[in-house]
C-alpha cells in the first residue's frame, strides 16, 4: 500500500508560489492500479517523485508499505561512465536480486546489442530510455511509478514488447501512472484521480474522472 497523508508541496518560481499538492491525502491499494490525469504544468513529475521517494515533501506524510518502483525513465540511479552491462549487475546487486538473471533479462529486452557493454553516457536518449525502461521491468516491483513526461523511445519493436510485458504485470503487481491525455490511461487503470490546483480528486471510474478533467480543462 501507498499512502499519503496531509502531504503539501511548493516551489518558488522566483516570482511567486507554485503550489504542486496542497494538504493530499489518498490511498492506493496493491492490486488496483491508477491513472492520474494532470494538465501539462501541475507538477505530473513531481507527484510521481515524492511517491517514489526521490522527493520530500514539504509536509506531512508518505507511508510506503510496499516495494515500489523508480519512475520510468529516471536515469539518476544509473552510472553514465559504466556500461549497461555494470549498471544492471550493481543495482540487481542493491535490490537483492542474481545479477546474471537481470544482464540477460536487460540484455534481451533492449536489444542494444553491442553498445550494452560500452558506456551510458555514449547512449542516445532513446537507448538510455530503453535501458532504464528494462532495467525497471527486470527487477520486480509491488508498484510501478510510470511519468508520460519521462524520456521515451520510439522503438517501434521494443515499445511493442516492453508494452507486451507491462501488460502481462498488470494482473500481478500495480501501476500508478500519470498523463495529460486520458487516452494513455486506459490501458492501464480503472480508477483515476485528477490533480489540479493542488488538489487530488480520486474517483472510482475513469470515465467519472474524465469528466472532470474535460470540464476544467475545456470548459
Known sequence: ????V??????WTGTQRKVILDRVSFR????RSLGILAPNGTGKTTLINIMAGLEKPDEGEVRRMCNISFPLG????????????ENCRYIAKLYGLDPDYVESYCRWLCNLGEYFDQPLGTYS????A???????????????????GMPGTTDVEFNKKAG??????????????????????????KSAAVLMNG????FETLEEAKLLYDYETQG
Open 28 to 31: 492506493v491499494e496493491l492490486g
Open 164 to 189: 507486451a510485458i507491462l501488460q502481462e504485470r498488470l494482473a500481478t503487481t500495480t501501476i500508478i501512472i500519470v498523463s495529460h491525455q486520458a487516452a494513455t490511461l486506459e490501458k492501464f487503470a
Open 199 to 202: 488538489q487530488l480528486h480520486m
Open 74 to 85: 529516471f536515469m539518476g540511479g544509473v552510472v553514465p561512465k559504466v556500461s549497461a552491462m
Open 125 to 128: 536518449a532513446g537507448m538510455r
Open 6 to 11: 496531509n502531504v503539501s508541496k511548493s516551489f
Open 130 to 148: 530503453r535501458f532504464t525502461f528494462s532495467l525497471m521491468l527486470a527487477l520486480e516491483f509491488d508498484i510501478y511509478l510510470i511519468d508520460e
Open 1 to 4: 500500500m501507498l499512502e499519503f
